[in-house]
């Protein structure tokens, strides 16, 4: 058996490399587009909330996620939990939300791979042998969506996006209005972010 | 050299409809890596770091950036700054070489003063909604502008991953009477809160 959620050539060029990630990426969005009825977002109404975190293996299934279901890092659509798992919430605002998992077993047998033996080395995707790399490609092609996927309703999920706002206030070393929500305390002074030093980590992500 | 106009295509099919945000990223992207001189990131070898926030208009910009320097959100070689601006820092990670590219003001200014903003985005019309008459030729002026007109590049300089020491500095929450780190506590009129605070009494967060 094998998956009918190839991602087209282009998928391959966007990413950059080919590894088994971005694939299965691909394939969990048109999963969970099939299971919800829903088409690939031109706009900014399907979100994407992958329970991945950084600094750790396989965050490449993102890029096939995006190419999937057009839900974009660049249309915000698309936000980390920062969980560290392999899974994500797809919600469509009018279809509803699933969450989609790699399941352990099949996450196991990929690992098994020579592909894995070559990351884990430190080498990078582009560099691994193409023999080596299409390997997995292809097997993880062959397996039937259940034993890859776990699949869950979600009916119970709310997003509430961010409410905007029009208030702003000068920042008091360089005198430039910031929007309240961009503005940071530094020495007990209100300050834009590039005056006070403190950049994006203090924004809390998801 | 890279050419922008390579990309547009691949560009378009990510991003799911037309606007002028994604091809400036294009361009944007493409500036900075002829100014150092790089090849689109297979892997991790770039790491653009982009000054877009989340809640506003043409963060589209970013898919454009994505999709030119290969520096993905599924690979996480693309970071956010969060200052709400558009300026792009492109670094070549081996060699620590980087630029800062932003597009001009004049260019972002144009774009704003259309029929494209006026009369369909910012009556909250879906970008793939907008007349192709109203969308094209702003599309083919981002895409043929000389770089001059339409970018600013940085000179290059060199780039050493921030290490920020651990901060000391912590207040209390005037709303919840909790100890919270002074980078991470946010304004609320003249109250100085935390973060939950802030979305409790705000509805949102930053």
Request: a neutral charge; proline letters at 7%; glycine letters at 10%.
């Amino acid at each position: 058996m094998k998956t009918q959620f190839v991602p087209p050539d282009w998928a391959f060029e966007f990413h950059g490399h080919r590894c088994p990630f971005m694939p299965i990426g691909y394939r969990m969005g048109r999963v969970a587009m099939s299971v919800l009825g829903a088409e690939r977002e031109q706009d900014h109404g399907f979100h994407v909330f992958p329970e991945l975190g950084e600094g750790h293996p396989q965050t490449c299934l993102m890029d096939g996620i995006q190419v999937a279901t057009g839900a974009t890092y660049g249309k915000v659509l698309m936000a980390k939990t920062f969980y560290g798992k392999l899974a994500a919430i797809f919600h469509h605002p009018t279809k509803g939300a699933i969450r989609i998992a790699l399941r352990p077993e099949f996450v196991d047998a990929m690992g098994k791979f020579e592909f894995f033996a070559y990351r884990k080395r430190g080498i990078e995707p582009s560099a691994i042998p193409a023999a080596v790399t299409d390997e997995v490609i292809e097997w993880v092609a062959e397996q039937p969506d259940d034993a890859v996927f776990k699949v869950e309703p979600r009916p119970e999920f709310r997003y509430t996006p961010v409410k905007g706002s029009f208030n702003k206030t000068l920042c008091s070393v360089c005198n430039e209005y910031v929007f309240d929500r961009y503005l940071r305390m530094k020495d007990g002074r209100p300050m834009c972010i590039p005056c006070s030093g403190y950049t994006g980590e203090a924004r809390r992500e998801g | 050299m890279v050419n922008p106009k390579d990309y547009y295509d691949a560009g378009l099919l990510l991003h799911g409809h037309k606007c002028p945000a994604m091809p400036m990223g294009l361009r944007v992207g493409a500036a900075a890596m002829n100014r150092l001189g790089v090849e689109r990131a297979r892997d991790g070898q770039l790491l653009a770091l982009v000054e877009l926030g989340e809640d506003h208009c043409a963060t589209c910009f970013a898919d454009g950036v994505q999709t030119i320097t290969g520096c993905t959100f599924g690979k996480g070689n693309i970071k956010k700054l969060h200052f709400g601006k558009w300026g792009v820092t492109l670094v070549d990670v081996a060699t620590g070489r980087a630029v800062r590219v932003t597009p001009r003001a004049e260019a972002m200014l144009a774009n704003k003063q259309t029929e494209f903003f006026k009369e369909y985005r910012e009556k909250g019309v879906p970008a793939s909604e907008v007349p192709p008459a109203a969308v094209e030729p702003l599309v083919e002026r981002v895409m043929a502008a000389p770089d001059e007109k339409l970018v600013s590049v940085g000179e290059i300089f060199p780039y050493t991953i921030p290490h920020r020491p651990h901060s000391f500095s912590s207040l209390v929450c005037d709303h919840c009477g909790e100890m919270v780190v002074e980078g991470y506590a946010r304004l609320v009129g003249d109250q100085r809160v935390c973060i939950p605070c802030q979305e409790k009494l705000t509805g949102a967060r930053s």
